[in-house]
């Protein structure tokens, strides 16, 4: 086997201020568009790996920040119904670790701790050779583990999580205080060219990211930590400074713990969603 292939893909701009309806209505076309001229009988099902919180042992929405009006929601039952497939409900970051250990860069370990930095942070598991779900398949918010007393809001409504200091939202809330309005990309391209507002932007963002990744690390006692999401775009500036917090921080035999970026990008989550199907499904 040489791993999953990616046949088509489609996509669009959540419409999340619609709530269901909106979204449910957007998934009918992409699934018409991705299912188009495909022979009748040859798709499996449909897994979807979406942000929690959510219950994947019911296939229920729980309560989603950025998502208003899903609490609650059984996405799996309704979906089912609307296309007569299979329907597989997994938080995206607890599929992303297990596409990044099955078919990415954690391949063949047997302990990968994986996080996703973008907008939020997100995390998953796979230990002793066995995706970590917990109770309602909701363990690996690591975005949510308190790394100060105080800071900015997380989008959680608490204070001092991880995501608030580290995620993409906050390196850029931080950039804008200098640069006014600006993407973590510009940021990443000024310290490219040696500006030096931005180095330092970047080497607080590594700091920030080291921190939580020494909490992970200590946690689970992975081989391997794997970084994805739209930041780990530009590891390659993040990478020295996670790893002097690691070397600094961590305890004496968790310093040689090394953190990689994602093989699969942004497919991480869709490949490890599709390999959960089939493994579900022993196909
Ligand atoms: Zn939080």
Known sequence: LNGPQILRRASEKTAAQG???????????????VAAGTAPGSIAGIAIASAGPLDSDEGVILGIPTLPGWDGFPIRSVLAERT??????ENDAIAAAFGEWRHGAGAGLGHVAYLTVSTGIGGGF???????????????????IRIADDGPRCSCGATGCFEAFASGSAFE???AQ??????AKEVFEAARVGDPLGTALVAQEAEYLGQGITSIIHLV?????????GLSQAFDLLNTGIHDVIERDAMAPFKDVKVVPAVLGDNSGLIGAAALMHEKRGI
């Open 221 to 229: 006692s992975p081989e391997l930590v794997v970084m994805g999401g």
């Open 126 to 144: 796979v230990i002793d050779g066995k995706v970590v779900r917990g109770r309602k398949g909701m363990a690996g918010h690591v975005g949510h």
């Open 178 to 183: 200098h640069f006014g309005q600006i993407t």
């Open 19 to 33: 709530g269901p309806d909106a979204i449910l209505s957007q998934i009918d076309r992409l699934v018409a568009e």
């Open 173 to 175: 809330a931080r950039a």
């Open 84 to 89: 007569g497939l299979p329907v597989l409900l």
